[in-house]
């Protein structure tokens, strides 16, 4: 408990500084940087070749796990290459479907993503990925399509989830192909527009390597669920003979009337869908909502199981009229003014791309607003950069992360990828030398409160380190007490002091308390059966002698006090024993401090509660020859072949007699001084003294087999003439 003090002020005092410090940093930081004028730029960092056909178009370039000069590089005619960043012109194929297709050769591919365990060689998912294409429905009737059974109209397409896998030369296995899902689409218009694994989702998270896919909504189908713009969330890996599984955790799982495999619907047009939480599950949605004309651009909250055919989303960051290309939670360095903010880019009047932000926040829960508050956006977004640039005056350009988790913009019509940063400069040289001045203050500023905070915090480390130690405890509380002659008078003392720091009438005591560490393990008072008397004593006296018992590590700390109440708030405690590991604080050794406490709990329990407290028996003197009758433990520190000599059965030595047992124990030399014993007889005392020599015997016995002195037969034969002389 002492220590635990001593840690806790500690870090509270440090915790205390170190946030006047943060404080006075972060001040003096955005002092200097009042005047400054944040400025991005892009950095092209590689070049996707242009696409041969007018009808073609790339994919989002996905970074390879662990290389960050490479992509996975798809478009939408099936084709899948593998782009080193700095040699683009060696764009090596990986995998061409229309090639693998050739039955049902595939119309579009629409999507591409990576399994969570792609480079985690040995895990389930390693060089693992999945494709996303649209290929005409076939007539087989032993294909399993997701469609809604209700729907009258064709469905002449399917939406097909394909898994492939690469082998150990980093080339697409063919045989790995395998169909995961197959949804029936009525138009091309209508297929899957996202894949995706949550990236913040750990391997002991219940929605682990689940995959997330989006349905953009059908105008003549928008009645049914998988058709209204829907997200469908299952396990891809397959299992027991099915292709995929659902979680139980799925928001329908249970819903006859609705397919498990949904999560939520009802969104419209869905153009993008992210985690804006590391430690939450909910999604955030980019996504075109038409409920009522005309349609607006909405960035909605859900955390699954929405239904928003008929009723709006009531949890939203923003709405608005501009649509929304990519959105972005920057967590990377390269712009640190942008960080943990929501980013995305849209197109103005003039048909320029602007980077807007808005505060990553949690909305409020809508279940605690009114409707017409509900339907509020909470902040104006901010326009943090115009993208004036000639190469940036493109009809598709999106915004995305790296693995690093850097603002990545792809042009897909020229192909270039860049990568913004940040460049913080003034644009006159006026402004320059001001930011040199300024520069100059804030790092000398700096440097002072840290050197401040750094001496004002070793002050307060010493400080406490004084006022929580061991001595210091003792010198806080009172050390000793002593009863006045005429018994009536307690005198209570401090550390080292011979002067009477307290005085407390005898008849005024109110409660006292053996306390041992912080705990209370004798109380004695006024109220009835709280006096004491021999069995009391002697269970304290078995509680101190384990306590004794126990092992004394550097650390550790043995208290044993005294505490004297006389009024209310009128307590005082006398610190009697008080050692830290191999330190003993106080000058009383433990036994004899334990003989004090005992006296004191026969005094003061006679004085304050006499109807409960027993007649404490007379107490015979016996000489210091006989200690060994005494309570106290005693060490026989003979060598142990010596003590083995002695405890051997007959077969080895002459039978032990009865009293030669005792002479384990070496006898002290004898003191002129005598020692006051318990409250025991004549007769009491004897039979204690035969009872301690066998406890004794017998615990040497155990040591000496324990340690291998003795053999198993040994042991029995020297414990049975132990019990028979005994």
């Known amino acids: 408990m002492l220590n635990y003090g001593k840690t806790n002020a500690m870090l509270t005092a440090k915790n205390r500084l170190f946030s006047i410090l943060l404080l006075s940093l972060l001040w003096v930081s955005g002092a200097h940087g009042a005047n400054e004028d944040s400025q991005y730029f892009l950095q092209k960092i590689a070049q996707v070749p242009p696409v041969e056909q007018h009808n073609n178009q790339w994919l989002l370039p996905l970074e390879q796990p662990g290389n960050s000069k490479h992509y996975f590089l798809a478009n939408k005619q099936g084709q899948i290459y593998q782009l080193g960043q700095d040699t683009p012109e060696n764009l090596s194929p990986l995998l061409d479907l229309t090639a693998l297709s050739v039955n049902n050769p595939i119309v579009e591919l629409n999507a591409f993503t990576l399994h969570p365990n792609f480079s985690l060689r040995g895990q389930i998912g390693f060089a693992t990925f999945y494709t996303a294409h649209i290929e005409k429905a076939t007539s087989n009737e032993k294909t399993k399509r997701l469609l809604d059974t209700t729907v009258s109209l064709a469905l002449p397409f399917d939406a097909v989830i394909t898994e492939w896998q690469l082998d150990l030369a980093k080339t697409v296995d063919q045989s790995s192909q395998r169909e995961v899902l197959r949804i029936a689409i009525p138009t091309l218009a209508s297929g899957i527009k996202q894949l995706k694994f949550n990236p913040h989702s750990k391997s002991w998270h219940d929605d682990y390597a689940q995959l997330y896919i989006s349905l953009p909504q059908s105008l003549s189908l928008k009645e049914y669920p998988l058709y209204s713009g829907a997200i469908l969330r299952i396990h891809p890996e397959k299992n027991a003979g099915?292709?995929?599984?659902?979680?139980?955790?799925?928001?329908?799982?249970?819903?006859?009337?609705?397919?498990?495999?949904?999560?939520?619907?009802?969104?419209?047009?869905?153009?993008?869908?992210?985690?804006?939480?590391?430690?939450?599950?909910?999604?955030?949605?980019?996504?075109?909502?038409?409920?009522?004309?005309?349609?607006?651009?909405?960035?909605?909250?859900?955390?699954?199981?929405?239904?928003?055919?008929?009723?709006?989303?009531?949890?939203?960051?923003?709405?608005?009229?501009?649509?929304?290309?990519?959105?972005?939670i920057y967590q990377g360095r390269n712009a640190l003014s942008l960080r943990n903010k929501l980013l995305w880019l849209s197109?103005?009047?003039?048909?320029?791309?602007?980077?807007?932000?808005?505060?990553?926040?949690?909305?409020?829960?809508?279940?605690?607003?009114?409707?017409?508050?509900?339907?509020?956006?909470?902040?104006?977004?901010?326009?943090?950069?115009?993208?004036?640039?000639?190469?940036?005056?493109?009809?598709?350009?999106?915004?995305?992360?790296?693995?690093?988790?850097?603002?990545?913009?792809?042009?897909?019509?020229?192909?270039?990828?860049?990568?913004?940063?940040?460049?913080?400069?003034?644009?006159?040289?006026?402004?320059?030398?001001?930011?040199?001045?300024?520069?100059?203050?804030?790092?000398?500023?700096?440097?002072?409160?840290?050197?401040?905070?750094?001496?004002?915090?070793?002050?307060?480390?010493?400080?406490?380190?004084?006022?929580?130690?061991?001595?210091?405890?003792?010198?806080?509380?009172?050390?000793?007490?002593s009863?006045?002659?005429?018994?009536?008078?307690?005198?209570?003392?401090?550390?080292?002091?011979?002067?009477?720091?307290?005085?407390?009438?005898?008849?005024?005591?109110?409660?006292?308390?053996?306390?041992?560490?912080?705990?209370?393990?004798?109380?004695?008072?006024?109220?009835?059966?709280?006096?004491?008397?021999?069995?009391?004593?002697?269970?304290?006296?078995e509680i101190f002698h384990r306590e004794q018992v126990a092992k004394m590590v550097d650390d550790k700390v043995r208290r044993i006090s005294l505490s004297i109440t006389c009024e209310e708030k009128n307590r005082s405690v006398i610190c009697l024993y008080l050692r830290k590991g191999n330190d003993r604080i106080t000058k009383k050794n433990y036994f004899t401090v334990v003989d004090d406490i005992i006296d004191w709990c026969w005094l003061i329990a006679k004085a304050i509660n006499e109807d409960s407290t027993q007649e404490r028996p007379l107490m015979p003197k016996i000489q210091v020859t006989n200690t060994h009758l005494n309570e106290h433990k005693v060490h026989d520190n003979r060598p142990l072949h010596a003590q083995v000599s002695h405890s051997r059965p007959e077969r080895i030595l002459p039978a032990i007699k009865p009293k030669q047992t005792t002479s384990a124990a070496p006898a002290e030399k004898p003191k002129d001084k005598e020692i006051?014993?318990?409250?025991?007889?004549?007769?009491?005392?004897?039979?204690?003294?035969?009872?301690?020599?066998?406890?004794?015997?017998?615990?040497?016995?155990?040591?000496?087999?324990q340690q291998g002195f003795l053999t198993a037969d040994e042991f029995e034969q020297a414990k049975a003439k132990l019990y028979h002389f005994h």
């Not at 969104?267 to 349609?295: M, T």
């Not at 909405?298 to 649509?323: H, I, T, V």
């Not at 406490?464 to 210091?472: G, P, V």
């Not at 018994?487 to 005898?506: A, P, S, V, W, Y």
Request: hydrophobic content about 35%; charged content about 20%.
């Open 483 to 541: 009863l006045t002659e005429d018994g009536l008078t307690l005198n209570l003392f401090k550390r080292h002091q011979r002067d009477i720091e307290k005085t407390m009438m005898l008849t005024e005591v109110k409660q006292c308390q053996v306390l041992l560490g912080d705990l209370a393990v004798a109380t004695i008072n006024t109220t009835s059966g709280h006096g004491f008397n021999t069995d009391k004593e002697q269970a304290l006296r």
């Open 242 to 328: 099915q292709n995929y599984t659902v979680s139980h955790n799925n928001p329908y799982y249970a819903n006859d009337d609705i397919n498990k495999t949904l999560y939520l619907f009802g969104a419209g047009q869905i153009n993008q869908f992210i985690w804006p939480d590391k430690h939450a599950p909910r999604l955030l949605i980019s996504h075109e909502y038409n409920v009522k004309k005309p349609p607006t651009h909405w960035l909605s909250y859900s955390n699954g199981g929405d239904d928003w055919r008929n009723k709006s989303p009531q949890n939203f960051l923003f709405k608005g009229e501009q649509a929304t290309s990519g959105l972005v």
């Open 676 to 705: 006051s014993a318990n409250h025991y007889d004549s007769a009491a005392i004897e039979a204690v003294k035969i009872e301690t020599e066998l406890v004794n015997a017998l615990e040497k016995l155990v040591k000496l087999r």
């Open 347 to 481: 197109q103005n009047k003039q048909q320029q791309w602007q980077l807007n932000s808005l505060p990553n926040e949690m909305t409020p829960d809508p279940l605690s607003k009114s409707n017409e508050q509900a339907q509020q956006p909470l902040v104006t977004p901010s326009i943090e950069w115009q993208l004036t640039q000639p190469t940036l005056q493109t009809k598709r350009l999106t915004l995305y992360h790296d693995n690093r988790d850097e603002v990545l913009l792809f042009n897909e019509e020229s192909g270039a990828i860049y990568q913004l940063f940040e460049d913080k400069t003034l644009l006159t040289p006026q402004g320059n030398n001001q930011e040199n001045e300024q520069s100059g203050l804030g790092i000398i500023a700096t440097l002072l409160i840290i050197i401040v905070g750094g001496v004002g915090l070793y002050i307060i480390y010493r400080v406490n380190i004084k006022r929580t130690s061991a001595k210091s405890l003792v010198r806080r509380e009172f050390s000793n007490l």
